[in-house]
């Protein structure tokens, strides 16, 4: 038998486009990936590089058309899953961006700047960690003074655990939830309106738990939940100033919380998100544009105080 040879660089490209062009030509709901996926598992805080599938934030779909041109925003934890899909798509529509994140993720986040750059807009990194109250003070301070100005603030960066009982909730682990998910999105805010203008817009991450609940995630829920109250209690705080406060409430998300989560087993990570009625989590390039929406003022000048709901087909109200 003849021996068994490799395609050709030429050919490997033409097999990639092709497998490219076929996903472009089906709907994008039914070409995202779907479980089960590869059991995995990573310790906190996780990175996008060693998920398997990886997560796609490029977006390859999505057409800009220069709703935040010459903008600037602020991403909490934008070095991977939905804060990198936004950073990817504000670049595109025109924005400069500083993003966030822990320093065990710092290759993350250089992944994040170089695909930013790659829209031809300016990416700063800002690592440190939003428990600590000076830093998120800091934080908005340093990417005003790089960046000029601050349009955007995106808080997005959050921690989870699951547990099976309020038993195995510790005082360590309840506070360090609160702090990242509520406590430093009130802090940014803050800090935030010293600098911003009327047009501005502050968008937080809630979660379909801060809606439903979600028996494993009590202390993450509740903070969704405070998000949630927090976001429509300052949009009426701040309307006179010409500044819309509005939050996204996503479904299950392929992102590096689900492996890192401690209360996940690779098992369980193997089979995320098809609870949800669409089968699948979402993809962090479908849900970012709902901040590109939320954050253009010509989309969205008559809406603030919202919690909008990306949440793969689950009905509820709220």
Request: charged share 25%.
């Given at each position: 038998?003849?021996?068994?040879?490799?395609?050709?660089?030429?050919?490997?490209?033409?097999?990639?486009?092709?497998?490219?062009?076929?996903?472009?030509?089906?709907?994008?709901?039914?070409?995202?990936?779907?479980?089960?996926?590869?059991?995995?598992?990573?310790?906190?805080?996780?990175?996008?590089?060693?998920?398997?599938?990886?997560?796609?934030?490029?977006?390859?779909?999505?057409?800009?058309?220069?709703?935040?041109?010459?903008?600037?925003?602020?991403?909490?934890?934008?070095?991977?899953?939905?804060?990198?899909?936004?950073?990817?798509?504000?670049?595109?529509?025109?924005?400069?961006?500083?993003?966030?994140?822990?320093?065990?993720?710092?290759?993350?986040?250089?992944?994040?700047?170089?695909?930013?750059?790659?829209?031809?807009?300016?990416?700063?990194?800002?690592?440190?960690?939003?428990?600590?109250?000076?830093?998120?003070?800091?934080?908005?301070?340093?990417?005003?003074?790089?960046?000029?100005?601050?349009?955007?603030?995106?808080?997005?960066?959050?921690?989870?655990?699951?547990?099976?009982?309020?038993?195995?909730?510790?005082?360590?682990e309840l506070e360090t939830t609160f702090q990242?998910?509520?406590?430093?999105?009130?802090?940014?805010?803050?800090?935030?309106?010293?600098?911003?203008?009327?047009?501005?817009?502050?968008?937080?991450?809630?979660?379909?738990?801060?809606?439903?609940?979600?028996?494993?995630?009590?202390?993450?829920?509740?903070?969704?939940?405070?998000?949630?109250?927090?976001?429509?209690?300052?949009?009426?705080?701040?309307?006179?100033?010409?500044?819309?406060?509005?939050?996204?409430?996503?479904?299950?998300?392929?992102?590096?919380?689900?492996?890192?989560?401690?209360?996940?087993?690779?098992?369980?990570?193997?089979?995320?998100?098809?609870?949800?009625?669409?089968?699948?989590?979402?993809?962090?390039?479908?849900?970012?544009?709902?901040?590109?929406?939320?954050?253009?003022?010509?989309?969205?000048?008559?809406?603030?105080?919202?919690?909008?709901?990306?949440?793969?087909?689950?009905?509820?109200?709220?």
């Amino acid at each position: 038998m003849p021996a068994k040879t490799k395609p050709s660089s030429s050919t490997r490209s033409r097999m990639s486009s092709g497998l490219q062009g076929s996903r472009a030509r089906q709907a994008q709901i039914e070409s995202e990936p779907k479980p089960p996926f590869a059991k995995q598992k990573q310790r906190a805080p996780g990175l996008e590089s060693k998920l398997d599938p990886k997560p796609r934030y490029e977006a390859a779909k999505y057409k800009a058309a220069g709703k935040l041109e010459g903008k600037c925003a602020l991403i909490t934890g934008g070095d991977s899953g939905i804060g990198r899909a936004v950073a990817v798509l504000y670049a595109r529509e025109g924005a400069d961006v500083a993003i966030s994140y822990l320093r065990e993720e710092q290759s993350d986040a250089a992944e994040t700047k170089r695909a930013v750059e790659g829209e031809g807009r300016r990416c700063v990194l800002i690592p440190g960690d939003l428990k600590k109250a000076k830093f998120c003070e800091q934080l908005v301070e340093k990417a005003v003074a790089e960046l000029g100005k601050l349009d955007i603030l995106v808080s997005n960066a959050a921690h989870q655990n699951r547990k099976k009982t309020l038993d195995e909730l510790d005082d360590e682990e309840l506070e360090t939830t609160f702090q990242v998910n509520i406590l430093a999105y009130i802090r940014l805010c803050r800090a935030a309106l010293r600098h911003m203008k009327p047009g501005a817009a502050i968008i937080a991450t809630s979660s379909e738990t801060g809606i439903m609940g979600s028996k494993e995630l009590p202390d993450y829920s509740a903070t969704k939940g405070a998000i949630n109250a927090f976001t429509k209690t300052l949009a009426q705080n701040v309307l006179e100033k010409g500044i819309r406060v509005n939050a996204v409430a996503p479904g299950p998300v392929w992102t590096p919380l689900n492996p890192s989560d401690a209360g996940m087993t690779p098992q369980k990570v193997a089979k995320f998100g098809s609870q949800a009625p669409i089968g699948r989590p979402a993809q962090p390039e479908e849900v970012a544009p709902a901040y590109v929406f939320l954050a253009s003022d010509a989309d969205s000048s008559y809406i603030t105080g919202i919690i909008l709901q990306v949440m793969g087909g689950e009905p509820t109200g709220g």
